[in-house]
């Protein structure tokens, strides 16, 4: 089983619709949970980090954490086509390591 | 400020060249990452430092070694690296453990 999974995409939304993307993890004792947005021949970079049970808004974007189902999910609202990119979920197991899920490439149709 | 600059942008180097990557960050953080990136792949952790002190070394070739000369500074020495070495090279940093924030990468390609 790997440690982080992520919905398969890739997945096309219209412009203005919700995107929803979940990731599951396998280390119950995980304390951190990120998403990272990465575009084409960029680098990723952080939008979400969410530590605790519950939702965690941030502008367009809202993280869900339930440590008991061992799920994340981020949605981004209104998406937009500047949305179009790879989104990381990414699980701190322990201490500095992070595990990453292999990404969901989002495409958001005009 | 949550800048993490990385030099070069572009590396192309023989297999029997040596050459080096710089990282640098600004933003106080003591943890400091080497990451390898492939085409449509998450990234790979290859080193951490934590208080300039090796931490973490995921089993990287010796072909690849890096240096942490201060807090603030963090190199990736190459030598006779392999055409599979190909990728985009990502140095990140934290704050203990907290949030990673990635440098923009060295698109390195080895022929």
């Known amino acids: 089983q790997k440690e982080v999974e992520q919905n398969s995409g890739p997945l096309s939304v219209p412009e203005g619709a919700i995107a929803s993307l979940n990731c599951t993890y396998s280390?119950?004792?995980?304390?951190?949970f990120f998403w990272y947005r990465q575009y084409s021949g960029k680098s990723p970079e952080l939008i979400m980090s969410i530590y605790s049970n519950g939702d965690k808004e941030d502008g367009r974007f809202t993280a869900q954490l339930n440590k008991a189902s061992q799920y994340v999910s981020l949605l981004i609202r209104d998406s937009q086509p500047s949305d179009s990119a790879t989104y990381l979920c990414?699980?701190?197991?322990?201490?500095?390591?992070?595990?990453f899920g292999a990404g969901t490439t989002v495409t958001v149709r005009a | 400020d949550t800048e993490v600059t990385q030099t070069p942008k572009h590396l192309v180097m023989g297999m029997t060249n040596k050459k080096s990557l710089k990282c640098e960050q600004h933003?106080?953080?003591?943890?400091m990452y080497w990451y390898k990136q492939k085409a449509k792949k998450p990234p790979e952790l290859m080193f951490v430092?934590?208080?300039?002190?090796?931490?973490i070394n995921e089993s990287v070739p010796s072909r690849f070694s890096p240096e942490c000369p201060n807090s603030s500074l963090l190199n990736l020495h190459l030598h006779a690296l392999q055409p599979e070495d190909s990728a985009l090279y990502l140095c990140a940093s934290s704050q203990e453990r907290s949030e990673q924030y990635f440098g923009p990468g060295t698109r390195l390609t080895v022929t």
């Open positions: 990414a699980v701190r197991p322990n201490d500095y390591k992070l595990s």
């Open positions: 280390d119950r004792g995980s304390q951190s």
């Open positions: 430092y934590s208080y300039e002190k090796l931490s």
């Open positions: 933003m106080g953080h003591r943890a």
